[in-house]
T-cell receptor, first 114, second 115 residues
Framework: GDSVTQMEGPVTLSEEAFLTINCTYTATGYPSLFWYVQYPGEGLQLLLKATKADDKGSNKGFEATYRKETTSFHLEKGSVQVSDSAVYFCALAGFQGGSEKLVFGKGTKLTVNP | DTEVTQTPKHLVMGMTNKKSLKCEQHMGHRAMYWYKQKAKKPPELMFVYSYEKLSINESVPSRFSPECPNSSLLNLHLHALQPEDSALYLC??????????????FGEGSRLTVL
């Protein structure tokens, strides 16, 4: 089945540092790719998405580019803030266990210190 | 209105109790989902309803019983749970099924503790 592998962390950065969270995927075809964010005590929110190769998703200063050649969708932000502290999940819309579903990576916890 | 509302936010129950979790959305979405999330893990899909019909059951034990009374409501009935069922239960919705955009709208979750 389809799968997502992401850098597990935890990642600890100082405010204004550069962030990269690596994500690679294995899938049949060219699935849509997503980054979801989960702030403490909350559910997940869609952060950004890309539906085809070379698409760049962006939101709140975060960016990720759908790279078909390297099967990657790395999340980047140029200058993180304390409010970015959360768990970040890379995901794809694909198939696993015979069902069509959102397939998640294991999540990366980011802590940003002032 | 872009919210998925879950109640209760916290629930503590004994292994012999019967309780229900509720989820509501008014975005006109036609697919609704239950996920289970353990600490420091990604959400695990449990059930999917598409156009009010159960379309996916991820081999979930029968002590969890989903119900979709109408297109806006989703319930999860709980009976004879085990302590290992303690987790955050997340409801989500999407305009269509995953075959659409794959974008899910999540509620804040119901934190369940089984004693």
């Amino acid at each position: 089945g389809d799968s997502v592998t992401q850098m597990e962390g935890p990642v600890t950065l100082s405010e204004e540092a550069f962030l990269t969270i690596n994500c690679t995927y294995t899938a049949t075809g060219y699935p849509s790719l997503f980054w979801y964010v989960q702030y403490p005590g909350e559910g997940l929110q869609l952060l950004l998405k890309a539906t085809k190769a070379d698409d760049k998703g962006s939101n709140k200063g975060f960016e990720a580019t759908y790279r078909k050649e390297t099967t990657s969708f790395h999340l980047e932000k140029g200058s993180v803030q304390v409010s970015d502290s959360a768990v970040y999940f890379c995901a794809l819309a694909g198939f696993q266990g015979g069902s069509e579903k959102l397939v998640f990576g294991k999540g990366t916890k980011l802590t940003v210190n002032p | 209105d872009t919210e998925v509302t879950q109640t209760p936010k916290h629930l503590v129950m004994g292994m012999t109790n019967k309780k229900s979790l509720k989820c509501e959305q008014h975005m006109g979405h036609r697919a609704m989902y239950w996920y289970k999330q353990k600490a420091k893990k990604p959400p695990e899909l449990m059930f999917v309803y598409s156009y009010e019909k159960l379309s996916i059951n991820e081999s979930v034990p029968s002590r969890f019983s989903p119900e979709c009374p109408n297109s806006s409501l989703l319930n999860l009935h709980l009976h004879a749970l085990q302590p290992e069922d303690s987790a955050l239960y997340l409801c989500a919705s999407s305009p269509r099924g995953i075959a659409g955009t794959g974008e899910l709208f999540f509620g804040e979750g119901s934190r369940l503790t089984v004693l």
